[in-house]
């Protein structure tokens, strides 16, 4: 019977596989290559790092799966999106290799789910969609890098090496503290439901406070992360759009996400500034405006 086209483009993705057609031969049922099915002088010391496969396509999975355990990892394959999610809950990988398209769930669908749930595991997506836009929904998405079939095995053993040394970082792709939420992929800035018009400066003044919640930045720190080094740390720039962003993200909704701490800088609270029991206020429409349709 004739492949699919994803099928018959799966055979031929992996470039420089050792092994060749014996690899597209081997078994293809999901399950885990540890140190008890290495190849043939094989040794236990050698499986280093545990990695989720997810791929639909038999031989494509097959051939992952025989490639990764001939260089000593320890290796789980998931068939469809559910089975990948329910894995992925239940053992801490170091790596997952996220086909895009998969049954029940897509790989972007996939990727953003576990982001939501926590788990920061790195995720390379592979695929043979090499158009911009499914490369920027991925990693907008949360996923960390993204390799288009057909690939070199070396270039896709480089990629994991890189992976594994980042290791499970919190990445999320919305930055939140309570209700106030930047999303660096739109550059819009919300407030529960009401978005907030923002200038450049206060953008990236709450983008770093949201990247740090909880810590004081001193002034030389925003400064540094926000202008040239043409502006003097000791100016009042800082405060001056400080006072500015409080007047948008806190003062029309009865909140205090910027806290000063005198003497040394701001702080954003963890809880957006705003208990989550707290109702609010009514909005001042001169400062919001409603969510994009």
Known sequence: MALSSKAAADEAAVKGAPGGADFIAASSGAGTVGPGSLPAGGHAEEVRMRILVVEDEPKMRALLRRALAEEGYAVDVAADGPQALTLAAAVS?????????????????????LRRSGVWV?????????????????????????????????????????????????????????????????RAVYRGAAEITVTG????????????????????????????LGTSPYSNVVDAH?????????????????????????????????????RPPELQPAQTRPPRA
């Not at 997506?125 to 288009?148: E, I």
């Open 201 to 228: 400066k206060e953008y990236a003044l709450l983008e770093a406070l949201l990247r740090h919640p909880g810590v004081v930045l001193t002034r030389e720190m925003l400064t540094e992360h926000c202008w040239d």
């Open 242 to 278: 400080i006072k500015s962003l409080r007047g948008k993200i806190d003062r029309p909704f009865g909140a205090q996400a910027i806290e000063t701490v005198r003497g040394a800088g701001y702080r954003l609270r963890r809880d957006g500034g705003r208990p989550a029991t707290a």
């Open 93 to 113: 990988f170091d790596v997952v290799l996220l086909d895009v398209l998969l049954p029940g769930l897509d790989g972007f669908g996939v990727c953003a789910r």
């Open 122 to 186: 790195p995720v390379l997506m592979l695929t043979a969609r090499d158009a911009v836009a499914d490369r920027v929904r991925g990693l907008d998405g949360g996923a960390d890098d993204y390799l288009t079939k057909p690939f070199s095995l070396e270039e896709l053993l480089a990629r994991l090496r890189a992976l594994i040394r980042r290791g499970p970082v919190p990445r999320p792709a919305v930055l939140q503290a309570g209700d106030l939420r930047l999303d660096p992929a739109t």
